[in-house]
């Protein structure tokens, strides 16, 4: 069962990267849940803009490493994924961009 206080590690990092960069064009967030390599629930952020520049302005600001990231088709068009952790918790940022005649 999901709980408030299960997902507050996740709440709490999200708001710290929100709050530390809040000159930055704010990007769509949510939690989301996964399991650890022990088999264990737990929570973390998803990030989601919508174009290549803001994508390597918050891949920058969270220090997620360049090596990290992935593309690949996807029903928006085209995304680019980096993940890591901010404050112990994991992160991925996407960047969703259309592909022109799609």
């Known amino acids: ?6 997902q507050a590690d ?6 710290m990267m929100l709050a530390e960069h809040e000159g930055m064009p704010q990007p769509e967030f949510e939690l989301y849940d996964y399991e650890t390599d022990t ?3 737990d929570w973390g952020v998803t990030l989601v803009v919508r174009n290549l520049a803001l994508f390597e302005q918050w ?4 220090d997620l490493d ?37």
Request: glycine residues 10%; charged residues 15%; negative net charge.
């Open 10 to 15: 996740a709440a709490h990092a999200l708001m």
């Open 59 to 62: 891949r920058a600001a969270l």
């Open 66 to 102: 360049p090596d990290d990231i992935a593309y690949r088709a996807c029903h928006h068009g085209a995304c680019l994924v980096a993940v890591g952790e901010h404050g112990g918790v994991p992160v991925e940022l996407f960047a969703v961009a259309d592909v022109p005649g799609k």
């Open 39 to 41: 088999g264990a629930p």
């Open 1 to 6: 069962m999901t709980t408030l206080a299960s």
